[in-house]
Every structure is written in C-alpha cells, then in structure tokens.
C-alpha cells in the first residue's frame, strides 16, 4: 500500500493526532466486529436490543452470558498488528489520544496508554442498583457456550443484580470520557478513524468534530463506512495490515 507524502508529512508534523476506534480493530484479534458479533446460537438475537437496558431487563441472564462470553473471548485473545502499530505511532508522534468504543482492553493490552473509552468496558462491571462496582473473580473465565444463559452476580453492597459496565443503547456517555474526546477531535491536526461502521452516535460525531476542526480525517477500513464525505483519506484494508505497514514508512522518514 502507498501512502502520499503530504499524508507522511501531515501525521509526522501533527501537533496532535487522535485515533478514533470501533471494533474492526480488534477483529483480527478474533473478536466479532458488533454487527456481526451475533454469530452461532447468539444471532438470533439482535444485538441492538440485548445491548440496552430494556434487554437487560426482560432476559438479565441472556444478556450476562452474552457479555461473559464476549468477555472470555477478549480474555483469551491477544492484542493484534493494527493495535500493536497504534500504540508505535504513538512514540513516534508528538502528542497522540486513543478515542475508543470498544469495550475490551486490547488497545491497552498493546500499550496504549490513556486510553479514553466512550462506550464503558467489559472488565468494569457495577451494580445496576448502587452502582459500586463489581470484582470479578480471579479466575479466567471459562468460555461459555455461545447462547449459554448466565445468571449476573449479585452485589456484595446491596445483593442488587450486577450489570455490565458498557454503555447500552439509550444510555448516556460517560460525561468525562466525552468531554475528553471531544475536546480531542477539535484540537487535532489529524485524526485516524479505524475500523469503525460510523453509525453509532454521539461517537460517529467525534470524526466530523476533527474534520470541521480543519482536522486532516484518514479512514482505514476495508469498506466504506457511514462518513466517507468527511474522509480526506482513504486506506482500504485491514487495520493489522494496513497501520504497520504506515508505522514503517514514518519509521523510515524518521531516520
Ligand atoms: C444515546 C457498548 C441518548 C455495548 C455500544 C443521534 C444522536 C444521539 C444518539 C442517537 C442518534 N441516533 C440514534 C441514536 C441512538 C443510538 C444510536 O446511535 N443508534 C444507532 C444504531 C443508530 N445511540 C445511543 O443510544 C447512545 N446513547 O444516544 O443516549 C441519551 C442522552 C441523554 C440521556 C439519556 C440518553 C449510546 C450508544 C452506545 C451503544 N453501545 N457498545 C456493547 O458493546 O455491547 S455501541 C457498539 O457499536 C460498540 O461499541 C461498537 O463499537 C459500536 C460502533 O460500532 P462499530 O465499532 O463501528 O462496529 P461495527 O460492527 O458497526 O463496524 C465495524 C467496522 O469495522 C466496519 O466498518 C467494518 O468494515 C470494519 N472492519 C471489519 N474488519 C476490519 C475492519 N476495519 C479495519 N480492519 C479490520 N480487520
């Protein structure tokens, strides 16, 4: 893949970059991207109602166990090429922020530091009734059976139902965590938007935010998304080929 020099000279010359994430990263790490996390016995269901509160709600043991499994997946998976080259790009520039809404951990997993999540974690459970939140046992989960119920665990506080900590349809942002990235995408000179359908809000505003920012928008994505008018460049292909391959021409202009 070849990139134009400006692109080379516009990301090595940023005063800031942001790298705004959804789950194409992480599918070469195994994880089902959210539109087609419903495979096997789970895509009868539409994630868009088992990921709100209301799902949560009718079928909390549906629901824990499809968070469970897609916990033990993260656990059992490994940060892959494309999380890996973010978290390079980051010493290589001066001033980089990952903006993500994935709720695994792989961007840290591969060291990225700071990493600023809009849509909660998988690894942060709290109680859906006092909110204190809930310690997983130290045991590496066993991988439930895709479509195996689970009952979620009751709150050591307040014996209340413990629910994920994601932020479901319906629900609002993390105030933090959004002012941040907003606040992100307006200073930078350059944002990365990788692997991401653009088709969730308020994030999929975060893009258009850098680019009516005067902000340099470069989308890695083997398909076109939601944004492409607001995308100045386009590197189709997959995050864990595309990104290493990027860290090495700006390794090679750095020498
Ligand atoms: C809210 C956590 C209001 C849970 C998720 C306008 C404004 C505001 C809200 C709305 C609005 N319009 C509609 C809404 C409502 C709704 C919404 O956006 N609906 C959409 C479906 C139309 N938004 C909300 O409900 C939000 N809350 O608005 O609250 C409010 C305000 C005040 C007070 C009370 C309430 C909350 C949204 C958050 C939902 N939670 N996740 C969980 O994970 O289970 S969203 C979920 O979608 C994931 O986080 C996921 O990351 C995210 C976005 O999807 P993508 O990451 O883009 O993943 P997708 O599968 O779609 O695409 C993958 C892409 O990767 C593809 O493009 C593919 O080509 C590419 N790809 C594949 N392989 C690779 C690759 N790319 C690179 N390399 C590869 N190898």
Known sequence: MDFSADLIRAILDARRIVVFTGAGVSQESGIPTFRDAMTGLWETFDPGKLATPEGFAANPDLVWGWYEWRRSKVIHSQPNAGHRAIAELAGMTKNLTVVTQNVDDLHERAGSQD???????????????????HAFADAVPIEPPEGRKIQPPACVLCHGMVRPGVVWFGEELPHAAWAKAHSAAEGCDVLLSVGTSSVVYPAAIIPLTAAQAGARVVQVNPLPTAHEE?????????AGEVLPTLVEVLRRELI
């Not at 990493?115 to 939140?133: D, N, T, Y």
């Not at 607001?230 to 997959?238: E, F, N, S």
């Open 230 to 238: 607001a995308v100045h460049d386009k590197l189709i292909g997959k």
């Open 115 to 133: 990493v600023i999540h809009l849509h909660g974690s998988l690894h942060k459970p709290r109680c859906s009734i006092c909110g204190a939140a």
